[in-house]
């Protein structure tokens, strides 16, 4: 797998990682215990998986949990990235004094000493246009709690606000073929140094060519409309039809990769076909002729109107 700078890091990591917010989550994602997803993890850390996205209010600090008993022994071989402002009771607490005390029990859960990356989970404007809280971080850096921090956004807004107001080395953000909207500011991202990581690679599931309009949802996919539901179908039908007979998973999460800027992408895994699958988009090129047909997609069906996440 071709890998990428893990920037603010002295690590590298190939360029498919491991969404980790279905590790353990039975209310949002569907069941998986704990020893299920102790296995999965260690089967992506066989398989060449080494950058493993998570966040105290995953399963309630299950997932954090998961992580850290599968990845003890190979600790310093991985790249762990968790969040701050969401706590692991389901409570929502971005106060400065609160940011040590969330790395602190992230670093318990995860049984390690330190983190690769911290990111302000979903932050207001208010705070990504401050100093404060990078601030804070810059002190958790000096003490070794953490190597590298950022945030996790999903508008071009903010994602232009990280890269003017603060010294992020990582962000997250929304992007995929139906949400193309940053895509102008990964360039500029990599010449600062700042890794990006791509969140909701697959549209939540939608890009992997498996729902249609009849399709219903439970968890946290319950939030779409009926018309959100059909639109959604529509748009898979013209994607499938851009990409023929080739596989619509792995397209659709090298059609990210394609863009130069992109650190790595992090589908969120329930088992382990999902996992083979989304390592075979690692080495896999889309000719010029679709892409130009997806990113025209996005302009002509999408860009105006965007599909609620
Ligand atoms: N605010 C934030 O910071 C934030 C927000 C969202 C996500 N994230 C992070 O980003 C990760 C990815 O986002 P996401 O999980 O929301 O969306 P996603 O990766 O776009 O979609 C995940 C879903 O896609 C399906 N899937 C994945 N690989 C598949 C495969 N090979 N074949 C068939 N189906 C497959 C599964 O659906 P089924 O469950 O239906 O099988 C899975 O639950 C999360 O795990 C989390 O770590 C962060």
């Known amino acids: 797998m071709k890998t990428r700078k893990y920037d603010g890091t002295n690590k590298q990591v190939p360029q498919i990682g491991f969404g980790g917010w279905q590790l353990g989550n039975a209310d949002h994602w569907g069941d998986m215990d704990f020893e299920e997803g102790v296995d999965l993890v260690r089967e992506a850390y066989r398989k060449g998986v080494r950058l493993f996205d998570t966040a105290p209010n995953y399963a309630g600090g299950m997932s ?14 991985v790249v762990i990235n968790t969040k701050i402002g969401h706590r692991a009771d389901g409570g929502i607490d971005f106060s400065l004094e609160a940011i040590e005390t969330s790395v602190r029990n992230s670093l318990k859960r995860l ?9 302000l989970h979903n932050p207001g404007l208010e705070i990504l246009s401050g100093d404060d809280h990078f601030a804070e ?34 962000v997250e953000i929304m992007f995929n073929i139906f949400f193309q909207d940053v895509s102008p ?13 791509v969140k909701v690679p697959l549209d939540s599931g939608w890009l992997t060519g498996k729902y249609d309009a009849q399709s219903t949802f439970t968890g946290i996919r319950s939030r779409w409309d009926k018309d ?27 059609f990210i990769l ?21 390592l075979q988009a690692a080495d896999k090129e889309l000719p010029d002729t679709m892409r130009e047909r997806l990113i025209k997609l996005y302009r002509e069906e999408i860009k105006d109107e965007p599909l609620p996440w």
């Open 111 to 119: 049984s390690t000493d330190y983190l690769d990356s911290v990111i």
């Open 258 to 278: 394609g863009f130069d800027g992109v650190t790595a992408v992090i589908p969120g895994i329930r088992n382990e076909q999902h996992l083979d699958v989304n």
């Open 228 to 254: 959100t539901i059909e639109r959604r179908a529509a748009l898979v039908e013209r994607v499938k039809k851009i990409t023929e007979k080739d596989d619509l998973t792995t397209t659709a999460l090298a």
């Open 64 to 77: 954090e949990a998961i992580i850290g008993e599968a990845l003890k022994d190979v600790r310093d071989d």
């Open 185 to 197: 500011l990964f360039e500029r991202a990599k010449k600062q140094d700042v890794a990006v990581i």
């Open 137 to 170: 971080l810059d002190r958790l850096k000096r003490l070794g709690m953490i190597n590298a921090y950022g945030v996790s956004i999903d508008t071009h807004e903010e994602f232009e606000m990280a890269l003017n107001h603060t010294g992020c080395d990582v």
